[in-house]
């Protein structure tokens, strides 16, 4: 098993393009510190119709300061964070597709780095492949990989649960088979910035296999840099 | 314009939080509908955040909230209405339950 830089075509080089916005670096930066309601108003802003901050403030009151429960303990974050956000929605419909795939593949990597304690080490990478002797290499390169000998983990990431397709866990579960055939461990995780719930109701219909692909969801993302 | 005194249609209990949120939820289901190849998916989803919302009410249905709460959750019904995109809506789905049950105090 070895990993490989994916070689960029047409897509890829406009998506790079994207990945490497201050926005998306921006926002990550924000959410990797953020907590699970504070992703949340990332997440409806994002995908949202409304442009104005009054209006995602009176929706999460608890963030910001407008409900007897708020504690606001982070406010100036949520602020931040609602800002970043409109950003994201105030592009294009397909440019805030986009954005917003970048910005869970990059807060994942933030998080997959807490792990290992790398801040820019060789060992997280983004946008590669993963090789096996005599295996046609994959189509799509993982999101993000960690290359670490013994504790290798290829990482595909999704905005909602309804990117989890029949494609994604075959691939992943086939990645984690053919290491397995050359008695290497590789672990496979899905990264979606879904609610669990709606993810177990995506996989519920499914065939494909994924009972050994780490599913990682909005509300526990921040397993992705525990230790243990 | 409305009269003096006209009641206030915010909801005041959870139970009343939640049907607005219900109604909001069916509302993007119809829209989501139109995808026709994730027409069970879009059931799915609607069914499975339903039965959630479903077990706080009737849980907590009698609560009185907070009149913030409340604007939260008519700003969020607001919101959802706004979409006409049945893609957009789809996300919404999923987004909409998980918003208003955070605005009750709740984990999705």
Redesign the interface.
């Known amino acids: 098993m070895r990993f490989q830089d994916a070689a960029p075509d047409a897509r890829a080089v406009v998506y790079a393009g994207i990945q490497s916005d201050p926005l998306v670096a921006r926002a990550a930066e924000l959410l990797v510190d953020a907590t699970?309601?504070q992703r949340?108003l990332a997440?409806?802003v994002m995908?949202?119709?409304?442009t104005d901050p009054e209006?995602w403030q009176?929706?999460?009151?608890?963030l910001f300061g407008?409900?007897?429960?708020?504690a606001r303990p982070d406010g100036d974050r949520s602020t931040r964070i609602l800002d970043v956000s409109l950003a994201v929605a105030e592009r294009g419909?397909q440019a805030r597709s986009q954005f917003r795939g970048a910005i869970v593949e990059s807060l994942t990597e933030l998080l997959v780095r807490r792990r290992h304690g790398h801040a820019d080490g060789p060992t997280v990478r983004r946008e590669r492949r993963v090789l096996f002797d005599g295996v046609r290499s994959e189509i799509h390169p993982y999101d993000v990989t960690v290359e670490i000998p013994g504790a290798a983990a290829a990482v595909d990431c999704k905005w909602?649960?309804?990117g989890i397709s029949a494609d994604v866990l075959h691939q992943l579960e086939d990645a984690r088979a053919h290491a397995a055939d050359e008695d290497e461990q590789l672990s496979v995780v899905l990264v979606v910035f879904?609610?669990?719930?709606?993810c177990?109701?995506?996989l519920?219909?499914t065939t494909a296999p994924h009972e050994h692909t780490r599913l990682v969801t909005?509300?526990s993302l921040d397993d992705l840099a525990a230790t243990s | 314009m409305e009269p003096d005194g006209a009641p206030d249609d915010s909801p005041g209990t959870v139970s009343a939080a939640i049907e607005l949120a219900l109604d909001a939820l069916d509302a993007l289901a119809t829209l989501g509908e139109e995808v026709e190849d994730?027409w069970?998916?879009v059931q799915?989803?609607t069914a499975?955040?339903r039965d959630?919302l479903a077990t706080v009410e009737a849980a907590r249905g009698g609560e009185a909230i907070?009149p913030?709460?409340a604007?939260?959750v008519v700003?969020?019904a607001g919101?959802a209405a706004?979409?006409r995109?049945p893609h957009?809506a789809?996300?919404?789905?999923?987004?909409l339950p998980?918003?208003a049950l955070?605005?009750l105090?709740e984990?999705?």
Do not use: C, H, K, M
């Open positions: 699970f309601e949340l997440r409806a995908n949202g119709e409304s209006t009176a929706i999460f009151p608890t407008t409900a007897e429960s708020s419909e909602g649960a309804r879904d609610a669990a719930r709606s177990a109701v995506r519920d219909r909005l509300d | 994730e069970q998916y799915d989803l499975a955040w959630r907070d913030a709460i604007a939260a700003a969020l919101e706004r979409i995109d957009r789809i996300d919404w789905l999923s987004t998980q918003v955070v605005a105090g984990r999705p």
